[in-house]
């Protein structure tokens, strides 16, 4: 039997404006998304029927996201039968790292792989934009300038000579992007060049400018979790350069040059942070997913 083997990453966003309403209810948005080297681990199988096991039973109903890109793919003629996806998760769910985003895009480009050994672009591409605004850029990773909803992408030059530090806050907010998205107020939206800047920035090869990380979601964010105000404290007083927050949160990352600048930083965090707030250490990534086809 085949099966397709899948590393899906998690993403940052290294800035993230939203420019405002879209006559459609979405937001207009621009950041630059980065895959890093925080994986969840997908085996992707032909079966008689769709079912999906995974690692967190938390996530395991209907609506988790790979389970809903295997039956988009297989209503469209992407494989035959059904198909039987084991997600081991590691990347902390609705957090801000598109955790289950690039699980869809991992399920969408293996069972494209299991039907004809070839990534199918515009299946892909079409389904994609279908199944949440970051699922396009989860489909080929590195680092891109994503506007509109999230699925215009202009790929970038990719990071380099940086270490990242994540830290994850046990801060649950139920439905959270929607929330978060409502709580906007007229002086959270913007016009999109201070990102456009940094997207040029990084094309130019330099180091990434803390003051073009801003957030449009901190505000807000701060408003339902008033407590994530100390978390950020206690990571500057632990040597983070900047501290800046990836989607709509709760993860807060700083960069660093070296892998040891980055352990110094999570020493100190974790004689600070309560046990419950998830800490990684990671580097930029490139191509997204990473895919190996097992024939047994």
């Given at each position: 039997m085949t099966t397709v083997r899948a590393l899906a990453p998690a993403k940052l966003n290294l800035g993230l404006e939203v420019l405002g309403r879209r006559p459609d209810g979405y937001h207009d948005i621009a950041t630059v998304m980065q895959t890093v080297s925080v994986f969840d681990r997908l085996a992707v199988a032909p079966a008689r029927e769709v079912r999906c096991?995974?690692?967190?039973?938390?996530?395991?109903?209907?609506?988790?996201?790979?389970?809903?890109?295997?039956?988009?793919?297989?209503?469209?003629?992407?494989?035959?039968?059904?198909?039987?996806?084991?997600?081991?998760k590691r990347?902390?769910?609705?957090?801000?790292?598109?955790?289950?985003?690039?699980?869809?895009?991992?399920?969408?480009?293996?069972?494209?792989?299991?039907?004809?050994?070839?990534?199918?672009?515009?299946?892909?591409?079409e389904l994609a934009a279908r199944?949440?605004?970051?699922?396009?850029?989860?489909?080929?990773?590195?680092?891109?300038?994503?506007?509109?909803?999230?699925?215009?992408?202009?790929?970038?030059?990719?990071?380099?000579?940086?270490?990242?530090?994540?830290v994850v806050p046990a801060a649950t907010i139920p439905r959270k992007t929607a929330t978060l998205y409502a709580a906007l107020a007229p002086e959270d939206f913007s016009s999109g060049e201070r990102v456009r800047h940094l997207a040029a920035s990084i094309d130019a090869g330099r180091s990434l400018d803390p003051l073009l990380l801003a957030n449009a979601f901190w505000r807000p964010l701060l408003g339902l979790r008033p407590e994530l105000a100390e978390v950020k404290r206690a990571f500057s007083g632990a040597g983070a350069p900047f501290v800046a927050l990836s989607g709509s949160g709760p993860t807060l990352y700083t960069g660093v040059s070296t892998i040891v600048e980055a352990r110094v930083i999570v020493r100190r965090l974790r004689e600070t942070l309560p046990q419950d707030v998830r800490i990684f250490v990671c580097r930029p990534g490139g191509r997204a997913p990473l895919i190996r086809i097992d024939d047994r």
């Open positions: 096991s995974v690692s967190d039973a938390a996530l395991a109903g209907d609506d988790n996201l790979a389970l809903a890109a295997a039956r988009l793919v297989l209503s469209h003629g992407g494989a035959d039968g059904g198909a039987s996806i084991d997600l081991t990347i902390p769910a609705a957090a801000g790292l598109g955790g289950a985003s690039s699980d869809a895009a991992a399920t969408l480009i293996a069972l494209s792989r299991l039907r004809d050994r070839t990534q199918r672009a515009e299946i892909t591409g199944l949440g605004s970051d699922v396009p850029f989860l489909t080929r990773g590195g680092t891109a300038l994503a506007e509109g909803r999230g699925e215009r992408l202009r790929s970038l030059r990719p990071l380099a000579d940086v270490w990242f530090v994540l």
